[in-house]
């Protein structure tokens, strides 16, 4: 018997289906393979069209932040300390800019939530 149901992934919703299976065997014709979804990209906060962002590699909390809204930064800078299982992670600037809005410290976040936009 194959039964669907609808999930919720870091705000995108999919449609899966999941096959009981007894004793090893199938009990449903072969399906088809399914398509991977393309990964969650975290959209700009609001106001701030045509920035870039820094998305959160994984879910933690942000424990200290190096840049403010308005200040510039350079390539491979840390701009933010993130604290997940008990280690400090250091994010890095992919490219220059000046940050339009920064997460505070304090901030729980999940893995692609958006940690620093900039122009």
């Known amino acids: 018997m194959v039964r669907k149901y609808n999930i919720t992934v870091n705000g995108t919703k999919y449609e899966v289906e999941v096959e009981e299976v007894a004793d ?12 991977p979804a393309a990964p969650a990209v975290a959209p700009a906060p609001a106001g701030n069209k045509g920035a870039s962002v820094i998305p959160s590699p994984m879910p ?10 308005g200040e510039s930064f350079k ?3 840390v701009v933010l300390v ?11 600037a992919p490219s220059d800019g ?17 940690l620093v936009s900039y122009n």
Do not use: F, R, Y
């Open 24 to 35: 090893g065997v199938s009990s449903a014709a072969p399906a088809t393979p399914a398509v």
């Open 60 to 69: 933690g909390t942000v424990i200290k932040t190096l840049v403010k809204p």
């Open 75 to 77: 390539a491979g800078q």
């Open 82 to 92: 993130l604290e997940a299982m008990k280690m400090e992670n250091e994010i890095t």
């Open 98 to 114: 000046v940050a339009v809005s920064v997460c505070s410290d304090g901030a729980s976040v999940s893995a692609g939530d958006v």
